[in-house]
């Protein structure tokens, strides 16, 4: 017979006791579960590794030359992408050595440097060492934020292990070296390597490389230029920690511990290159609405023909500009397919970022005129027929001559090569104003112009890039020109996302007529009547035309040769007079300083119909001189009849 329990506690007791403790594991199970759950609530989800190349980047464009030389950069300088396998294996190893022995090891995450963290920083009653891989660090600078939390630290090292499924060890380590902070402005090891030590990642000695893994640990701390004697402090550390993990031998340490580190000077850039690079970015964003995290950014500019012309220009503004009342100058070289040489926005760009080339809007005064005669011919007119320079009234407007008088009879090639307003303003009207401004979009101007008589002599605002553009179509034989200052865009890892394209020109005027405009535009250079004689250009055929606004506020010299087509503008700001300066005065003088620059070393080219130009046929000067003389007999005979005096029998 079994024996009876000592002491049994009744059945609805023991039910009720089993209840609590079940209730409690529960509860306690369950505020477990809740706080491991919202350890990872609101975790971000893992960018693709596409983003994870452009995520948290602040926009940046590097501006290169057409041989690839840095002459300027807007925001961070992020370099070019480096992949791990193009470095000495000791680039990447150092890094490897600073900040995570076990890199190639660990699944994202290591436990054991956690754990040996944990014990240091009990033991010291502090924080004195830290346990995140180089894939938390990417997570934490390119996912998450530097919150220093239990929350933010669980979701760090749940994503470093989902980052390791993605990509392999060499991708990730790449990432870091492109993405990695190194103080300065400076991202990633390519615009580190070229910063400090003018020479591509690719090219870094081991005493280097170790100084470039002291950075990231304290990048504002360790400045290379500011702290050199503290990095290369840091960088014995690294060097002892690559020989015990066998990535270097004791003689190369020694080696780079002696080596002597020169750091170069903080590159500098062209301050007035400020005009370019804005116009250049201003474009970039229009070519592309949604930017990159990075752009490297080929611009069209000569270098060496935009610092020379810089420095002419305003030596010479210098020195004869302030005398003249002027105290502005832009300019602008464009070749004959429409890349622009070179662009001088102003005097000074530290002082005053305004770009007189892309954004003033001036008279161009007589400058516009060879748009008046363009429509003229293909209305019909030919450059020999012949006009009356004589008083015209056209809806109580009465355009004069500068410096008055009038000469009757002339040639419309001499009435542009003299800047004769009167028989502009007459064509005018012969084609018409809303003819004029039709043709001059058609060449590429695109500034609002209203119809009125005026607009003959130039008296409607435009700036200087829409009036060489403009010019351009000439100095081609009719194709029109479409300037351009960007010849490639890439993002940092070397993808084309523009590259210009070859096209055929389209066609704005017919080749015969641009031969007879450049013949007559010739004139105004190389004719002893014309009013753009200072403008000429050693050994080479020059046709412009000048220009100058009411009351000499602006005075301008456009003009081409078969090479290049070109403008410089003189005035002011405020739009106040100079001391009569006119298109042919200061204006052409520079033109011509400009051109000789960029025509150095070239041989000569035959520009389109000019030299028909430089001469009038001998019919043509008989009836001018028979017009002109026939003009002069009836004036005197009107006069004398007015005066009461008879006719000589």
Same mark, same amino acid.
């Given at each position: 017979?079994?024996?009876?329990?000592?002491?049994?506690?009744?059945?609805?007791?023991?039910?009720?006791?089993?209840?609590?403790?079940?209730?409690?594991?529960?509860?306690?199970?369950?505020?477990?579960?809740?706080? !491991?759950?919202?350890?990872?609530?609101?975790?971000?989800?893992?960018? +693709?590794?596409?983003?994870?190349?452009?995520?948290?980047?602040?926009?940046?464009?590097?501006?290169?030359?057409?041989?690839?030389?840095?002459?300027?950069?807007?925001?961070?300088?992020?370099?070019?992408?480096?992949?791990?396998?193009?470095?000495?294996?000791?680039?990447?190893?150092?890094?490897?050595?600073?900040?995570?022995?076990?890199?190639?090891?660990?699944?994202?995450?290591?436990?054991?440097? *956690?754990?040996?963290?944990?014990?240091?920083?009990?033991?010291? =009653?502090?924080?004195?060492?830290?346990?995140?891989?180089?894939?938390?660090?990417?997570?934490?600078?390119? @996912?998450?934020? #530097?919150?220093?939390?239990?929350?933010?630290?669980?979701?760090?090292?749940?994503?470093?292990?989902?980052?390791?499924?993605?990509?392999?060890?060499?991708?990730?380590?790449?990432? $870091?070296?492109?993405?990695?902070?190194?103080?300065?402005?400076?991202?990633? /090891?390519?615009?580190?390597?070229?910063?400090?030590? &003018?020479?591509?990642?690719?090219?870094?000695?081991?005493?280097?490389?170790?100084?470039?893994?002291?950075?990231?640990?304290?990048?504002?701390?360790? #400045?290379?230029?500011?702290?050199?004697?503290?990095?290369?402090?840091?960088?014995?550390?690294?060097?002892?920690?690559?020989?015990?993990?066998?990535?270097?031998?004791?003689?190369?340490?020694? @080696?780079?511990?002696?080596?002597?580190?020169?750091?170069?000077?903080?590159?500098?850039?062209?301050?007035?290159?400020?005009?370019?690079?804005?116009?250049?970015?201003?474009?970039?964003?229009?070519?592309?609405?949604?930017?990159?995290?990075?752009?490297?950014?080929?611009?069209? /500019?000569?270098?060496?023909?935009?610092?020379? *012309?810089?420095?002419?220009?305003?030596?010479?503004?210098?020195?004869?500009?302030?005398?003249? &009342?002027?105290?502005?100058?832009?300019?602008?070289?464009?070749?004959?397919?429409?890349?622009?040489?070179?662009?001088?926005?102003?005097?000074?760009?530290?002082?005053?970022?305004?770009?007189?080339?892309?954004?003033?809007?001036?008279?161009?005064?007589?400058?516009?005129?060879?748009? @008046?005669?363009?429509?003229?011919?293909?209305?019909?007119?030919?450059? $020999?027929?012949?006009?009356?320079?004589?008083?015209?009234?056209?809806?109580?407007?009465?355009?004069?001559? %500068?410096?008055?008088?009038?000469?009757?009879?002339?040639?419309?090639?001499?009435?542009?090569?003299?800047?004769?307003?009167?028989?502009?303003?007459?064509?005018?009207?012969?084609?018409?104003?809303?003819?004029?401004?039709?043709?001059?979009?058609?060449?590429?101007?695109?500034?609002?112009?209203?119809?009125?008589?005026?607009?003959?002599?130039?008296?409607?605002?435009?700036?200087?890039?829409?009036?060489?553009?403009?010019?351009?179509?000439?100095?081609?034989?009719?194709?029109?020109?479409?300037?351009?200052?960007?010849?490639?865009?890439?993002?940092?890892?070397?993808?084309?996302?523009?590259?210009?394209?070859? %096209?055929?020109?389209?066609?704005?005027?017919?080749? +015969?007529?641009?031969?007879?405009?450049?013949?007559?535009?010739?004139?105004?250079?190389?004719?002893?009547?014309?009013?753009?004689?200072?403008?000429?250009?050693?050994? !080479?055929?020059?046709?412009?035309?000048?220009?100058?606004?009411?009351? !000499?506020?602006?005075?301008?010299?456009?003009?081409?040769?078969?090479?290049?087509?070109?403008?410089?503008?003189?005035?002011?700001?405020?739009?106040?007079?100079?001391?009569? @300066?006119?298109?042919?005065?200061?204006?052409?003088?520079? !033109?011509?300083?400009?051109?000789?620059?960029?025509?150095?070393?070239?041989?000569?080219?035959?520009?389109?119909?000019?030299?028909?130009?430089?001469? /009038?046929?001998?019919?043509?000067?008989?009836?001018?001189?028979?017009?002109?003389?026939?003009?002069?007999?009836?004036?005197?005979?009107?006069?004398?009849?007015?005066? =009461?005096?008879?006719?000589?029998?």
């Amino acid at each position: 017979m079994p024996r009876p329990p000592i002491f049994t506690l009744p059945t609805t007791v023991r039910g009720w006791i089993i209840l609590v403790v079940l209730g409690v594991l529960l509860a306690v199970g369950g505020f477990a579960f809740y706080k !491991w759950q919202s350890l990872y609530f609101g975790m971000p989800k893992l960018p +693709d590794t596409a983003e994870l190349w452009e995520t948290h980047r602040e926009p940046a464009m590097e501006f290169v030359d057409r041989d690839g030389n840095t002459v300027a950069v807007r925001g961070p300088r992020y370099g070019r992408a480096t992949n791990v396998a193009a470095l000495p294996a000791y680039v990447p190893q150092a890094f490897i050595a600073a900040e995570d022995k076990r890199f190639y090891e660990h699944d994202g995450a290591d436990d054991a440097a *956690i754990a040996r963290a944990a014990f240091s920083n009990l033991r010291a =009653g502090e924080t004195v060492s830290g346990a995140s891989t180089i894939t938390q660090q990417l997570i934490k600078n390119l @996912v998450l934020d #530097n919150r220093q939390t239990l929350k933010r630290k669980a979701q760090e090292m749940k994503l470093a292990r989902e980052l390791e499924k993605q990509l392999s060890k060499d991708e990730i380590l790449s990432l $870091y070296l492109n993405r990695v902070y190194f103080g300065a402005g400076l991202y990633g /090891i390519d615009a580190a390597a070229r910063n400090y030590f &003018g020479k591509p990642p690719e090219k870094l000695e081991i005493q280097e490389a170790a100084l470039l893994a002291t950075l990231p640990k304290a990048p504002s701390k360790l #400045n290379l230029r500011e702290n050199l004697a503290g990095a290369r402090e840091r960088q014995l550390y690294v060097l002892s920690e690559m020989v015990d993990q066998g990535f270097i031998t004791k003689e190369q340490a020694n @080696v780079a511990r002696e080596a002597d580190v020169k750091i170069i000077d903080a590159p500098t850039y062209d301050t007035q290159m400020g005009y370019v690079i804005d116009a250049s970015a201003e474009r970039v964003k229009a070519m592309l609405p949604k930017l990159p995290g990075d752009l490297v950014v080929t611009v069209s /500019i000569d270098t060496k023909m935009q610092e020379a *012309i810089e420095k002419l220009l305003i030596a010479r503004m210098a020195k004869d500009g302030k005398a003249q &009342g002027a105290s502005q100058v832009g300019a602008l070289v464009m070749g004959k397919d429409g890349r622009v040489i070179a662009m001088v926005g102003g005097t000074d760009y530290a002082t005053s970022e305004f770009n007189r080339v892309t954004q003033a809007k001036r008279q161009p005064g007589s400058s516009f005129k060879p748009f @008046v005669y363009a429509a003229a011919l293909e209305d019909g007119f030919s450059p $020999y027929d012949v006009m009356v320079d004589k008083p015209v009234t056209i809806d109580k407007w009465q355009p004069t001559n %500068y410096g008055g008088g009038y000469l009757g009879p002339m040639t419309l090639s001499e009435a542009l090569a003299r800047s004769t307003n009167t028989v502009a303003a007459q064509l005018a009207q012969e084609s018409s104003e809303e003819r004029v401004i039709a043709l001059a979009k058609r060449f590429g101007m695109t500034s609002d112009m209203e119809p009125f008589p005026s607009i003959a002599l130039g008296s409607q605002a435009v700036t200087m890039w829409e009036l060489v553009r403009a010019f351009g179509a000439f100095e081609s034989g009719g194709l029109r020109m479409d300037p351009y200052l960007i010849d490639k865009i890439e993002d940092s890892r070397g993808m084309v996302l523009y590259q210009r394209p070859e %096209y055929e020109r389209e066609r704005v005027y017919p080749y +015969d007529l641009a031969e007879d405009m450049n013949a007559m535009m010739a004139r105004v250079v190389n004719a002893p009547i014309g009013t753009g004689g200072r403008a000429r250009v050693k050994n !080479w055929t020059v046709a412009g035309k000048t220009g100058t606004s009411q009351d !000499w506020r602006d005075a301008w010299f456009v003009g081409f040769t078969a090479a290049y087509v070109g403008a410089v503008w003189v005035g002011n700001d405020d739009d106040s007079p100079m001391k009569r @300066v006119t298109g042919g005065g200061l204006p052409a003088d520079l !033109w011509s300083d400009m051109m000789e620059v960029v025509h150095e070393g070239k041989p000569p080219e035959s520009l389109i119909g000019a030299e028909s130009g430089m001469v /009038i046929s001998e019919a043509a000067e008989q009836r001018i001189s028979f017009y002109r003389g026939l003009s002069q007999a009836f004036s005197v005979a009107a006069a004398n009849r007015a005066a =009461g005096v008879s006719a000589p029998q």
